[in-house]
């Protein structure tokens, strides 16, 4: 699997914000300088190995979310959709089925 443009920057600039950090704070946290970390989440450039476990163990992510972070958002929606599908009837259960069939059909 790889990793699609913008992705891995963009997973990273998000974790920083939701953890209320400025790319000044959280660089020197991680003992980069915010030029840095501007061209790592522009995608300018690739953390290294170091610089990457560091912000993982920083945002306290896993470096699975970071580097994949379509896997964890697919994961959320389907966690999502469990919850709801397990409160439905067998009749409602049948027309999501229905549903999801034809919109496989429909979109090959």
């Known amino acids: 699997m790889t990793i699609a443009k913008g992705e891995l920057g963009n997973a990273i600039k998000e974790a920083r914000i939701k953890n209320a950090l400025s790319q000044e704070a959280f660089s020197e946290v991680i003992g980069i300088t915010p030029t840095h970390l501007k061209h790592i989440e522009s995608e300018h450039r690739r953390p290294s190995i170091e610089v990457l476990f ?5 945002l306290n992510m896993s470096l699975d979310n970071i580097i994949f972070p379509q896997d964890d958002k697919k ?3 389907l966690q ?5 599908l397990s409160s439905c009837t067998l009749n409602e259960l049948q027309i999501v089925l229905d549903l999801v069939y034809s919109i496989k059909r429909n979109s090959l």
């Open 75 to 77: 994961k959320k929606q």
């Open 54 to 58: 560091k912000i993982a163990t920083t």
């Open 80 to 84: 999502e959709l469990n919850n709801l």
